[in-house]
Structures are given as structure tokens and as C-alpha cells.
């Protein structure tokens, strides 16, 4: 079975622009959750989506948004990017509460 | 709320020691605890999953036990290899349904094998 994908891979953005990041489930996983890891704040929960519907949410502001399609692939989207923005956005896909993580994207914001 | 605390912050060990890693938690309403891996500039690597019925999971050199009502859990690695060295983070999935069963993370443990 294929991991978790997640595109790109590294990314580099300026103050103000927008980004959008993927990632692919595993096969036959529903579930699908963001996270931010920076080296101060740690791992944080942005949100999870399980059959296209948010079903939970961490404390982001509202220029953090996702979406996921009826093939349980995700994106997240982060408009206006401060440089506080600059973490590495891990995605994890889970089935029966077990999750699996992708190799994340490592976003710079400049 | 749920708490999920890690100590130590950090370890260093001479390779071929068997240590032990701890995860404490304040709510022992949990549903399972995970423990992963990362290595630097890496996504995270599932090692063990705890059911929140089961006392300990095992997979080679890796156990990891989990006690409820103490709030704790412990993964002892046995024969430490340099390639051991890596965060390990502990999470703890709440069992409150009114949660969503969120995942709730310690801040992880940086271990370092020495050759």
C-alpha cells in the first residue's frame, strides 16, 4: 500500500502571497488531518477532514483552510502568509484512530 | 483538558544501552496512545499503538507499556543503535466523544545514540 504523499515537497513564498499543499491518503483512508511544526511551538493541530467535512478544528486563524474531495484527497490553503507562517505542514491520514503521517512540506515564507 | 508531558527533553546515550523513554498524561479517559519517530526535517513514523485495553505493544527492539491509571506510558529501546537517534513523541487520543477523539501531543524527546 502507498504512503501518504504530500506536494510539494519545499516551498518558498513571500509575505502576502498564498499557498496551496496537498496530500494523498492512503487507499481506503477517510480521514485526513493538517498540522504546523515549528521549532518553537511544536506540533499543532490545524484540522481534520473525514468524508469532505471538517469534523475538527485547532485555534488558527481563519487564513488556514482546507478542503477535502470525494476521493478523500486534501489541500490545505493559507492566504495573506506572514513569515511566523514558515513551518513544516505535516499531513496525516488515519483509519481506526491510528494515524500515518506523510513526509510534509517545508514551507519559507520571506 | 488533556495534558501529554515528555521527560526527559532530551538524551544522550553511549550505543548499546536499553533506556527508556516516558509520556505522562492528566485524563486517563483515552482511547489509544501512539508513539512515533522523527527524524530531522522529516514527516513522523508510527512505532507502537496502545489500545486504551492493552498494557504493552512490542515490535523488535521497541516495547512500549501503558498504565491508565497512573497516566503513563514508557517505550524502552533495547540495545540503543546509533540509527535509534531521532524525536520520539507521544500521543494520547482522547476517548471524550465530544472531543472528535483529537490527538493530544507531548513535545517529544530528542535522543542521541553515541557511537
Keep these: 500500500k502507498a504512503g501518504v504523499t504530500q506536494t510539494p515537497r519545499y516551498l518558498i513564498k513571500t ?96 | 483538558k488533556q495534558e501529554v508531558t515528555q521527560i526527559p527533553a532530551a538524551l544522550s546515550v553511549p550505543e548499546g544501552e536499553n533506556l527508556v523513554l516516558n509520556c505522562s498524561f492528566t485524563d486517563s479517559a483515552i482511547y489509544n496512545l501512539q508513539w512515533f519517530r522523527q527524524d530531522p526535517g522529516k514527516g513522523l513514523t508510527s512505532l507502537l499503538l496502545i489500545q486504551s485495553s492493552q498494557r504493552e505493544q512490542t515490535s523488535g527492539r521497541l516495547n512500549a507499556s501503558l498504565d491508565k491509571s497512573s497516566g503513563r506510558s514508557t517505550l524502552y529501546i533495547a540495545a540503543s543503535q546509533p540509527g535509534d537517534s531521532a524525536t520520539y513523541l507521544c500521543a494520547v487520543r482522547s476517548s471524550w466523544v465530544d472531543s472528535n477523539y483529537q490527538l493530544i501531543w507531548g513535545a517529544g524527546t530528542k535522543l542521541i545514540i553515541k557511537p
Aim: hydrophobic share 30%; net charge positive.
Design chain 1, 15 to 110: 509575505r502576502g502571497q498564498q499557498v496551496t499543499l496537498s496530500c494523498s491518503p492512503i487507499s481506503g483512508h477517510r480521514s485526513v488531518s493538517w498540522y504546523q511544526q515549528t521549532p518553537g511551538q511544536g506540533l499543532q493541530f490545524l484540522f481534520e477532514y473525514f468524508s469532505e467535512t471538517q469534523r475538527n478544528k485547532g485555534n488558527f486563524p481563519g487564513r488556514f483552510s482546507g478542503r477535502q474531495f470525494s476521493n478523500s484527497r486534501s489541500e490545505m490553503n493559507v492566504s495573506t502568509l506572514e513569515l511566523g507562517d514558515s513551518a513544516l505542514y505535516l499531513c496525516a491520514s488515519s483509519a481506526d484512530r491510528s494515524e500515518f503521517f506523510g513526509p510534509g512540506t517545508r514551507l519559507t515564507v520571506l
